[in-house]
């Protein structure tokens, strides 16, 4: 195993770097959390279930608007 080291110079960091850093990484686990859920059966199954409804909707509303009631 090998690890190259950064120079003195560059390992030194400011407090405003220290706290974009941790800004970074706590965007960083928001997304990741973000796309773990949303790759869950149940947020899939939920995002079926709402396209299906705009679809009867929308096709329902195009209905009605040339004068046939949908059943």
Do not use: C
């Amino acid at each position: 195993m090998t690890a190259i080291s950064a120079p003195r110079s560059l390992s030194r960091t400011t407090a405003f770097e220290r706290t974009l850093l941790h800004a970074a990484s706590a965007l960083d686990a928001f997304v990741a959390t973000r796309l773990a859920r949303r790759a869950g059966a149940p947020y899939r199954r939920s995002l079926d279930a709402q396209t299906s409804f705009t679809l009867a909707r929308d096709d329902a509303r195009a209905r009605g608007a040339i004068g046939i009631l949908p059943r």
